[in-house]
């Protein structure tokens, strides 16, 4: 009886054991983890309080492990989510403190996810470049500041860096064009000055790149168009200068171009607008000169091309009614001349694409 009892207990003991150490995070991410918690405060929805005992890899919230190592994989909070979590408490995420640099002590984290807790601020760890491991990196809609680490080009596996809308400032380090598994850069909405680095081109994985509401200067490198992939590129509204590369016109799969509210000057590349891929074209509020050439054909295809508060001289081509679809079009505030021609896209147009040109007439402006 009491052998068997013993018998039994011990069984339990090594099955509970074995469970234990099935599940258990290892002892320093979980400490680097309990660090990281301690430097952020969520006063709200109290997801941090799942953050206690000692199987961090099990129903931490937002933490998951990788099934077979054990080792802390992915930390993603999420300030905007679905989760009921959010739903109960009746609003979105908020945190203030900072990223702890212990975070780095997760030497096999593959993503790091802190977005839209708006008023975290503080720095990204520079030590946060020896992750080697790292492959998306989105701290989205916080208040962090300070500069994008040196040498950020030693997170040779990143895909996603995305920083947008925090208050970075500093410029582009020039390591950052050997990310070269990035697909996504999103850095609108901070302080980033300087040039964009002319070696960008070698950014050969990129699909995407916004870097829009900054402090940019100088010119748009023409290496941009060397990227194949390269579908959704915004520079607008920021300081730059110099013309739009001609290159631009064959990238083969560029679909949204936004270099509104910059100083470009020149003429727009002929090529551009007869690049029958792009879909978004925004080039308002520049100081862009010349005739809008007619290129236009049966395949142009935008949902919104606007030109407007430019220098633009000539006349509207004719070829712009022979499109396949024009959505949104404004040649407002120009220096146009001459009759808006007839048919569509024209006649679902307003005045306000029109005005305040030299003499532009015709429907839907007075007559010619
Ligand atoms: C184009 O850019 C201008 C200036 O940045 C902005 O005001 C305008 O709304 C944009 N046009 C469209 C159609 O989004």
Redesign the pocket.
Known sequence: MGLTRNFLVSTATVLLALALAANACSPSDRAALLDFKAALNEPYLGIFNTWSGTDCCTNWYGVSCDPETKRVADIVLRGESEDPIFEKAGRSGYMTGSISPSICQLDRLTTLVVADWKDISGEIPACITSLPNLRILDLIGNKISGQIPADIGKLSRLTVLNLADNQISGSLPSSIVNLNSLMHLELSNNKLSGEIPSDIGKLSMMSRALLSRNQLTGPIPSSLASIYRLADLDL??NQITGSIPDQFGSMPVLSTL?L??NQLSGEIPTSLLANSGLN?L????NALEGNLPDVFGPKTYFT???L??NNLRGSIPKSLSSAKYVG?L?LSHNHLCGPIPDGSPFDHLEASSFANNDCLCGMPLRTC
């Open positions: 607008s509204m936004n509104d509210s978004i925004n080039l308002s509020r919104t091309i606007d407007s508060y949104h404004d």
